[in-house]
């Protein structure tokens, strides 16, 4: 019997652990094997190619030139939460169906967010480095961070990711506000109609919500004067939902105290001048990767795709 | 008039910033600008002294010997929560009053192991090293960490310092442990009367607890390796807690899973052969300093000392 094509793109970080987890379930096509530009390899070999298995946004776009590549495509499985990185309407205009991550990578992105937050707050990286250096011994005490307990934190899209911030940061005695498109009836947080008001009014903003056309930079210059030069940005949603021109500058100069960044504009790239600030904490998009979400998250793919080929309602779509 | 003089010894991190800010209250002795032995200089300038002034534990200890020195030593002031550095039979023989810290540190104290713990699970300060030195635009991926939502959590030591890590915890949807010398009748948490017990059945070991005879070494070689290779220490409290040497040779065999450590057994000098260690995360004894406490420390100290040259109650007392 013949296995079901999967083409992969990316490839997702899980991909290997999945491959050896999971043997003799698909078949799956890998270009980066072959020395050909991808549209070329696609055109060759994946004309009857009806699953595709993508990585999360960041470094690998599904756009409608590849699209126009797949005539028989008819589900895409992205290893992530976020549909940033697909060309959605034209998936929707060909009737493409979609399964993402779900909601199996919210506590891990909290946990972290809250991590990136305390690092940034109380220099746990930056004091790390210095002991390491052996600079301990020779310079004496390493300057205090600021404190988070108590603190006011706003929290950029309260959808599941946010929700379990929120409920990590109450651990903290922090008071805690948001902003997103609607009030949430159920959320015992201040609302903010606008981020503007939210960075105002908080001492860190911490972004959890999905990169659209709405929230694009929506981290601009005046929310970050805004948040002032004691204010801290957690990112764990996607690098462009900030301007990160303008961050840097504002990073460099004082503006803000500091940043927890986990995703950036151009991944895996990140601009070198990060590099040598010590009120910044760099992390290689792995908010969401654990172990355990590994090992989760290639369950949940194989489901999807075996849903798919069995013709049976698919595990996680992604609905509108 | 003549001010009050206070001996000062260490000196406590904080005493630029306490002795710029309150200025004209005390004259302050500080050994440290001469050219002197200490126990020479207390023998030629600190005979009517009647205030001590004094770092935290670590690297300062306050032993009969200086002790013998002044005559007429009425109080000790540490900046420090911990006593372990006093020679406390010999203070109280001679009818010495003690203050400390109080509980202005425990919520500082509580973030920054929750952050520790974030840190070694989810690898945020090895992360940033790996970003930093260009690794991720050149080696791809960066391994995943462990999860810490849901995780079981033993904390060593149950009081102010080790509720708060608790309270935090439980934001998480963590599984509290602890052991402490005798089960807290208030306390939702699973009691363990021996921490090697504890060990056995917690992923994570958070020591909050002080130095005492009792707790010297308490975590040895068999407490280790109950606590097993996946699993992780973090230490608040003092380094004498842990068998150090013991601790490095099972972080380098693989027979614990990491560390994160913000005291040490000889500060300020911390074992070299933890410095090329991933799985640890090395913090210059900071836990308990933010800027903000910083701020409410030197006020508490300086109100210690007024309360004693005017006669009045201590304002956190050390007793029995």
């Known amino acids: 019997m013949e296995l079901p094509q999967v083409l992969v793109l990316g490839p997702p970080s899980i991909f290997p652990y999945l491959e050896s987890q999971f043997p003799n379930r698909f078949f799956f096509l890998k270009p980066w094997l072959y020395n050909l530009p991808l549209t070329q390899f696609l055109t060759s070999y994946a004309q009857s190619t009806q699953a595709l298995l993508i990585r999360g946004g960041g470094s690998t776009q599904l756009t409608s030139a590849i699209i126009d590549c797949l005539p028989s495509l008819k589900l895409v ?57 052996g600079l301990w011994s020779k310079k004496g005490d390493f300057p205090p961070g600021l404190k988070l ?60 919500c999905a990169l659209t056309k709405e929230t694009y930079r929506l981290i601009n210059k005046e929310v970050m004067q805004a948040l ?73 793919v194989v489901n999807n795709l075996e849903a798919f080929f069995s013709n049976t309602p698919l595990v996680s779509p992604v609905v509108d």
């Open 77 to 133: 499985v992205t290893s992530s939460v976020g549909v940033d990185h697909l060309d959605l309407p034209e998936l929707r205009r060909r009737g493409v169906a979609i399964a993402n991550a779900g909601n199996l990578f919210s506590e891990d992105a909290a946990d972290m967010a809250v991590g990136l937050l305390i690092d940034v707050l109380r220099k746990v990286s930056a004091g790390d480095r210095f002991v390491r250096q």
């Open 149 to 208: 307990s108590g603190k006011r934190i706003g929290i950029v899209g309260l959808g599941k990711i946010g929700s379990e911030v929120a409920k990590r940061l109450e651990g903290f005695g922090c008071k805690v506000s948001y902003n997103s498109r609607t009030k949430k009836s159920m959320a015992p947080y201040s609302y903010y109609s606008n981020v503007y008001e939210l960075a105002a009014n908080t001492e860190a903003l911490i972004i959890c």
């Open 228 to 300: 002032g030069k004691d204010g801290v940005i957690v990112n764990v949603g996607r690098g462009l939902i900030i301007d990160e021109k303008e961050m840097i500058r504002c990073l460099i100069q004082g503006e803000i105290g500091g940043a927890g960044l986990d995703v950036f504009e151009n991944e895996p790239n990140v601009p070198e001048e990060l590099f040598n600030l010590d009120n910044v904490v760099l992390s290689p998009h792995n908010a969401v990767m654990t172990y355990e979400s590994k090992v989760e998250l290639s369950k949940l």
